[in-house]
């Protein structure tokens, strides 16, 4: 059998090879690939990402929300996206023997957390005065959230949320949460996580696509409101994601301290640095302030706005480090409350 002709060609080049095989050619060239357009709406999350750093967050003085009331702060800043999917809730009963405080953390849409938020408070104040005397606080709290999650459902929406809650019933503190949001309790000046973290990486949760498609029975704890419970953080995970539980608490007993308390505070901690550092071998260092946006240091604030001092601070801690969710942060004096 005669050779066949090979002949290969990129344009400017021809290359001629002899085979003894029959070789079938065609005169396609190579031609380059299609260029790869970006959606618009792709750009303008990629741009809004960049565009979003701690140096002008100052600026974006519409994003930001805070306020007080009688022992309680809340401040929230909104993240990345065009809109805010955080919300929250402060209410108290007509007697003033109950008060609700939630947090609501909303994906795909804020339509689920605004919901919430204006019905699980009602619902369970409602539920609570009508239950019988054998029905324990953890269970008409639990029935308040089903209910609330079937109410949603018939609305027919597809959006989410996550929360947190307090609920404070004379001398009971009852603490709920369905996601990741967190509720953290300081006591005596240390961190008591209260709720866990529901999230499809943690273990328990990776055979989330065999249960329900919404689980509305939230993780429940009940304790005694004593003497030495102080303070009640509650957040969505913007905040936790970047910020660690005794960290925050760190920085509430700090804003709440009265001005000469804050110098004792600070030189304790100077003198317990450097004695960790002594016993590592380790030389000294200046203690470093805290990473913050905003410094607003007046020791004569009233408690109210101590609080609110305390939120933006870890709102100003969480968005410096680098977070781009939402971010909401209520403080409860439980002092207030006793």
Sequence with gaps: MPPSILRLSDGDTTVTLQTPFTVLTTS???????????PNVLQE????????????FESRSDAVFSSSGFGVGVCSVKGRKSFMEDTHTIVSSSNTDKVFFGVYDGHGGSKAAEFVAKNLHSNVLEMLDKCSDNTTTEEVVKAAFIKTDDEFLKQGLGSGTCCVTALIKGKELVVSNLGDCRAVLSRKGKADMLTNDHRASHEDERDAHLKDWVVGEPETKVLPLTEDLEYLVLASDGLWDEVGN??????????????????????????????????????TRPMVKTRTLNQNSNCKLESQTKLIEACRELVNLGVSRGSLDDITVMIVDLKAFQ
Excluded at 28 to 38: D, L, Q, S, T, V
Excluded at 45 to 56: D, L, Q, R, Y
């Design 28 to 38: 396609k060239k190579r031609k380059r690939p299609p260029m790869i357009e970006i």
């Design 45 to 56: 999350i990629e741009s809004a990402a960049v565009k979003f750093t701690p140096k002008n």
């Design 246 to 283: 005794q960290e925050a608490i760190d920085v509430v007993t700090r804003c709440m301290l009265s001005p000469k308390a804050k110098k004792v505070y600070r030189m304790k901690r100077t003198v317990k640095n450097n004695r960790k550092e002594s016993e590592n071998n380790e030389p």
